[in-house]
């Protein structure tokens, strides 16, 4: 079976910070890909970073990088020197062999001035 | 360009109204795809176009009724809907449907509201 699990419902940060969200997944196909997405309180999805199964090295989108441990099925991101606006609700979520994306149950980020 | 757009941005209709939700977007992708969001969970997918084709249907009511008349477009017509449909309905597009490589681009959804 296909799973994403994100077990902060919520976190606060102070601007400037670094934040780590926690993602784990559950697969049995070698070949998956994991991605993570921001959405505002306006409702749209950003794409933020990827990352493939078989990448040797973690990927990383100027201040946000993805730390990937394979072997223990998770795929933390990670944003360097937080900023208000990126208060948000973020989603990890991984590409199933069902040909489809499953999300994991989101953490909102709070970024205080 | 990295764009998907929506229209409407928002939409209240009454259960037995007929409306339609329009996606489109022009970076070639050849898969569309339509989630449907509840307050504070994650999308849920609906239906996958994948060059033109309906290439997954999860098992949604016959109510909704996607269409997509080219490569560009995806439309989703609703008729006789109940007010537990009411959510942001999200298009999104990715190269190919099929493989892990590809992120899917989001448009800014459609907020529905059934009465």
């Known amino acids: 079976a296909q799973k994403i699990t994100q077990t902060q419902p919520g976190m606060f940060v102070q601007e400037k910070e670094a934040v780590t969200l926690d993602c784990t997944y559950d697969?049995?196909?070698?070949?998956?890909?994991l991605f993570w997405y921001k959405q505002p309180s306006s409702g749209e999805m950003i794409f933020l970073i990827y990352?493939?199964?078989?990448?040797?090295q973690n990927a990383t989108e100027g201040r946000y990088s993805l730390n990937f441990q394979k072997a223990r099925k998770s795929a933390n991101l990670v944003i360097s020197a937080s900023q208000l606006g990126d208060s948000a609700m973020y989603f990890c979520?991984?590409?199933?062999?069902?040909?489809?994306?499953?999300f994991g149950s989101g953490t909102r980020l709070s970024i205080r001035p | 360009d990295t764009e998907v757009t929506q229209t409407p941005k928002h939409l209240v209709m009454g259960m037995t109204n007929k409306k339609s939700l329009k996606c489109e977007q022009h970076m070639g992708h050849r898969a569309m795809y339509w989630y449907k969001q509840k307050a504070k969970k994650p999308p849920e997918l609906m239906f996958v176009y994948s060059y033109e084709k309906l290439s997954i249907n999860e098992s949604v009511p016959s109510r909704f009724s996607p269409e997509c008349p080219n490569s560009s477009l995806l439309n989703l017509h609703l008729h006789a809907l109940q007010p537990e449909d009411s959510a942001l309905y999200l298009c999104a597009s990715s190269q190919v449907e099929g493989s892990g490589s590809y992120e899917q681009y989001f448009g800014p959804g459609t907020r529905l509201t059934v009465t």
């Open positions: 990352q493939g199964s078989y990448d040797q």
């Open positions: 697969t049995s196909d070698p070949s998956y890909g």
């Open positions: 979520a991984m590409y199933s062999s069902a040909s489809k994306i499953i």
